[in-house]
């Protein structure tokens, strides 16, 4: 086996194991409230930002309204999220997150942060930044790049 062939099976394996693992390891605070980490992420950006439009959120991510739609079904079944008219414009509709919502948030990322937390303390401050620096340089190189040269 080449060496580039064995490169591709550590990679392989470490998508199997490691990077499914962080989207488990990341998401399981939030899917204790019913709700997937993206779903987590929309409720988040609602709450930092007041008055933030379904349309708003679609851009800042650069989905459609209708994936961004799905997302909030759930929000709004599980009365995290309402929506309330623009007095300007009773046509416009802003995300608000209520009392419920809010709480659960705040639950959430405080189990997020304490989840990073204990994974920075094993493996170590700044492995943990050389880490995260190496995959944030990876991300913009190659996936990024990849998809902006597939646009």
Do not use: C
Not at 34 to 45: D, H, P, V, Y
Not at 94 to 115: C, M, P, Y
Not at 122 to 140: K, P, S
């Amino acid at each position: 086996m080449t060496h580039e062939g064995q490169l591709l099976d550590k990679a392989i394996n470490i998508y199997l194991t490691g990077l499914k693992g962080i989207e488990s390891f990341i998401s399981e605070p939030a899917s204790e409230y019913n709700l997937s980490f993206e779903q987590f992420l929309i409720l988040r950006k609602i709450i930092n930002h007041p008055n933030i439009k379904l349309m708003d959120i679609a851009e800042q991510r650069q989905v459609t309204r209708s994936a961004v739609s799905r997302q909030l079904k759930v929000l709004f079944q599980q009365k995290y999220v309402e929506q309330k008219a623009d007095p300007a414009d009773r046509r416009r509709m802003f995300l608000v997150a209520t009392k419920k919502g809010k709480d659960a948030e705040s639950e959430i990322w405080q189990r997020i942060n304490h989840r990073f937390a204990n994974w920075v303390q094993i493996y170590g401050e700044d492995r943990a930044d050389q880490f995260l620096t190496l995959f944030e340089d990876f991300n913009q190189q190659i996936i990024q790049g990849n998809i902006r040269k597939k646009e």
